[in-house]
């Protein structure tokens, strides 16, 4: 299993986070395993079906099975590989059918009180400021937003160079607004938050100019979308949903779209065609002669 582990980092070069979550299903196959008295080198497909069922019978949504699945299927062809086995007996395993859900997303208006909530007369309020409006003009992830470094964005030329899963690099254009209060932020927030400290990342935490992690700041979104009386809720992955489907209601190509948000396949993006619904119909009333 550590070896597993260890080719999904350094061959693979997955995302930690992602290997953290193949670490959990590989514990899951591990106990199954146990119970049944089996090594798990000679778990056969029936073993493997029977916890594909007992996973969905313990509640768990479709969508993490399927992952579970893909994780016991690569671990085999991986032992398979090395050697430890003759035959891989998740070859053909299916994960359950995964249903179709919506991404939630934020109107223009609710993004824009967010934006307004910090206080930018501060050091903090200025890079909470930058943070957001960053966010929402790029659609980054939120992993790749804290992990920017200066020398990342190019504010001259409108764009930044972000890093995304298994390591790819992607430019993104950044909007005027979103690129003034980055270098307000640049020149006035982080120097007054750094304190004569040096620091790799672009945005860092005012207790020893450490860079800001992913819990950090869902915690400050958090906040802020309490202050702009956003009840349902909120993440940065939501305004990052928030800026895709603005874009596309706008007329944006869908491709174009995919590039930013740095999905490997246009199938992916393709979730945010739901807004396309509003767009038709709106054209149907206006243009059909007999609407």
Same mark, same amino acid.
């Given at each position: 299993?550590?070896?597993?582990? %260890?080719?999904?980092?350094?061959?693979?070069?997955?995302?930690?986070?992602?290997?953290?979550?193949?670490?959990?299903?590989?514990?899951?196959?591990?106990?199954?395993?146990?119970?049944? %008295?089996?090594?798990?080198?000679?778990?056969?497909?029936?073993?493997?079906?029977?916890?594909?069922?007992?996973?969905?019978?313990?509640?768990?949504?479709?969508?993490?099975?399927?992952?579970?699945?893909?994780?016991?299927?690569?671990?085999?062809?991986?032992?398979?590989?090395?050697?430890?086995?003759?035959?891989?007996?998740?070859?053909?395993?299916?994960?359950?059918?995964?249903?179709?859900?919506?991404?939630?997303?934020?109107?223009?208006?609710?993004?824009?009180?967010?934006?307004?909530?910090?206080?930018?007369?501060?050091?903090?309020?200025?890079?909470?400021?930058?943070?957001?409006?960053?966010?929402?003009?790029?659609?980054?992830?939120?992993?790749?937003?804290?992990?920017?470094?200066?020398?990342?964005?190019?504010?001259?030329?409108?764009?930044?160079?972000?890093?995304?899963?298994?390591?790819?690099?992607?430019?993104?254009?950044?909007?005027?607004?979103?690129?003034?209060?980055?270098?307000?932020?640049?020149?006035?927030?982080?120097?007054?938050?750094?304190?004569?400290?040096?620091?790799?990342?672009?945005?860092?935490?005012?207790?020893?100019?450490?860079?800001?992690?992913?819990?950090?700041?869902?915690?400050?979104?958090?906040?802020?979308?309490?202050?702009?009386?956003?009840?349902?809720?909120?993440?940065?992955?939501?305004?990052?949903?928030?800026?895709?489907?603005?874009?596309?209601?706008?007329?944006?190509?869908?491709?174009?779209?995919?590039?930013?948000?740095?999905?490997?396949?246009?199938?992916? %993006?393709?979730?945010?065609?739901?807004?396309?619904?509003?767009?038709?119909?709106?054209?149907?009333?206006?243009?059909?002669?007999?609407?």
């Amino acid at each position: 299993m550590d070896a597993y582990l %260890t080719h999904l980092t350094v061959e693979r070069r997955l995302a930690v986070s992602s290997v953290e979550s193949y670490g959990r299903d590989m514990t899951l196959l591990a106990r199954f395993a146990a119970g049944r %008295t089996t090594p798990l080198v000679e778990l056969a497909r029936p073993d493997l079906e029977s916890l594909v069922r007992d996973l969905m019978a313990a509640g768990r949504s479709p969508r993490s099975v399927a992952r579970a699945v893909a994780c016991f299927r690569g671990f085999y062809r991986f032992l398979l590989r090395e050697g430890r086995i003759a035959a891989s007996p998740a070859d053909d395993l299916r994960p359950p059918r995964a249903w179709q859900t919506l991404p939630r997303f934020l109107s223009v208006e609710e993004v824009d009180r967010i934006i307004e909530q910090p206080d930018v007369s501060t050091p903090r309020g200025l890079r909470d400021r930058a943070l957001i409006e960053l966010l929402y003009a790029t659609g980054m992830r939120v992993s790749e937003l804290v992990s920017l470094r200066p020398a990342d964005v190019n504010l001259e030329s409108s764009f930044l160079t972000c890093t995304g899963k298994g390591s790819k690099q992607r430019i993104v254009p950044i909007g005027d607004e979103a690129g003034r209060w980055v270098e307000r932020y640049a020149r006035d927030g982080r120097p007054a938050l750094l304190v004569r400290r040096t620091s790799p990342r672009l945005f860092v935490n005012a207790r020893g100019g450490a860079g800001l992690t992913r819990v950090g700041f869902w915690k400050i979104l958090k906040a802020y979308g309490r202050g702009a009386g956003i009840s349902s809720p909120l993440s940065p992955h939501v305004l990052r949903h928030s800026f895709a489907t603005h874009l596309l209601e706008r007329g944006a190509d869908l491709r174009a779209i995919q590039m930013m948000l740095g999905h490997a396949n246009l199938s992916t %993006t393709q979730i945010y065609t739901h807004v396309l619904e509003h767009r038709l119909r709106a054209v149907y009333d206006r243009f059909h002669p007999r609407s």
